[in-house]
Nanobody, 127 residues
């Protein structure tokens, strides 16, 4: 059974940092494309980032480029999202996603087409 569990969210001031984790079980994360999307209250899902399985190519939304960085620890079957210089507009529930049908990301918004995601972790950026 494919399962993704996000953690690491919280409340921070503008300019702060958080590191989100996504622990996968039931499948080998290394073999599939995966990434992150977010959903702010009352808004549609917004793609954040996507990483290909084969060569690890990463794509990011322009809104987070230079501030957010994905990494992975395949020994722990875990994906991470390091978020720096956080802004109030980054406030949202963050989800990681993966899909056995995807081995590569052509762009960051491919993450929105993936069929498996977790319950999310809440990020609030406020002074």
């Amino acid at each position: 059974q494919v399962q993704l569990v996000e953690s690491g969210g919280g409340s921070v001031q503008p300019g702060g940092s958080l590191r989100l984790s996504c622990a996968a079980s039931g499948f080998i994360l290394e073999h599939y494309a995966k990434g992150w999307f977010r959903q702010a209250p009352g808004k549609d899902r917004e793609a954040v980032s996507c990483i290909s399985a084969r060569d690890g190519t990463m794509h990011y939304a322009d809104s987070v480029k230079g501030r957010f960085t994905m990494s992975r620890d395949y020994a722990k079957n875990t994906l991470y999202l390091q978020m720096n210089s956080l802004k109030p507009e980054d406030t949202a529930v963050y989800y990681c996603a993966a899909d056995p049908l995807f081995s590569a990301c052509l762009d960051y918004d491919d993450v929105l087409n993936m069929d498996h995601w977790g319950k999310g972790t809440d990020v609030t950026v406020s002074s």
